[in-house]
């Protein structure tokens, strides 16, 4: 599995280098005989109001070239196992953000997107198929759209007034691309493609941009204008 020079911690938001031996540590499983391997990556994060880890596993066939090393050999090595039988995130339990869930964000909202984040690590293709729902409650509750085909409500984001801007648009209808060949009935199947993880990834970081947006920062901007409002009146 692939792990960047800089990494963003998905609990606190601190950005830092990846470091052997301080915030990056690896380890390796093997079996050459049965051929498996085990790969875990734990990642902890270096801020001190932090200080939480991330962990990856990723489970496929014993690399040919490591064959005959010791295991000792082994550890502090990044690479990808061939054959993956499994890959994906064990910490944190889903990528979900908590704070997400206020009462400003509707419950079956939520639902839909703590459902997808959980189904990430499983399936991609169900986590995006749920992400799709997601997506479509979303624009219904926040725009107050008739119930119809997905496709066509993203549409009429562009004809409101004011319009929503076309690059969310556009993450809607990717979002709706990648997550209709589950969502629709077999008849109405015409391409069925894979979706990789790193594509559910961003479908789920779309949701969680919208969600703050359209149902947190409202309320956010409400508070701060009633909090505005009373020391403005204490003054007068």
């Keep these: 599995m692939k792990i960047e020079n800089k990494y963003r911690c998905p609990y606190c938001g601190f950005t830092y280098r990846t470091e052997p031996g301080r915030s990056l540590f690896t380890h390796v499983l093997a ?3 049965a051929n498996v391997a085990v790969h875990a990556v734990i990642l902890v994060c270096p801020h001190m109001d932090c200080g939480k880890a991330e962990v990856f596993v990723d489970a496929g066939s014993f690399p040919a070239a490591l064959r005959g090393k010791a295991e000792s050999e082994l550890q502090g090595i990044r690479y990808d196992l061939p054959g993956a ?11 979900g953000k908590p704070e997400l869930r206020a009462a400003d964000v509707p419950e079956a ?10 189904l990430l690590p499983v399936s991609a293709g169900a986590c995006v198929t ?10 219904r509750a926040k725009f107050r759209l008739k119930p119809g085909k997905f496709q066509n409500e993203i549409k009429t984001l562009g004809t409101l007034s004011p319009p929503v801007r076309q690059e969310i648009i556009d993450a809607l209808d990717s979002i709706r691309k990648a997550g209709r060949f589950r969502a629709l009935p ?3 199947i015409r391409v069925v493609s894979d979706v990789s993880p790193e594509a559910a990834e961003q479908a789920i ?12 920062a409202p309320a956010e901007h409400d508070d701060r204008l009633v909090a505005l409002q009373l020391i403005l009146n204490k003054k007068q």
């Design 85 to 95: 039988y499994f890959k994906g995130r064990l910490l944190p339990p889903f990528g």
């Design 109 to 118: 909202i939520y639902r839909d997107y703590d459902e997808a984040c959980r």
């Design 205 to 216: 970081s779309i949701i969680e941009i919208l969600m703050s947006d359209w149902f947190l």
């Design 186 to 188: 077999e008849d109405e």
């Design 130 to 139: 749920m992400a799709r729902r997601c997506a479509q409650k979303m624009i």
């Design 31 to 33: 079996h050459q005989d």
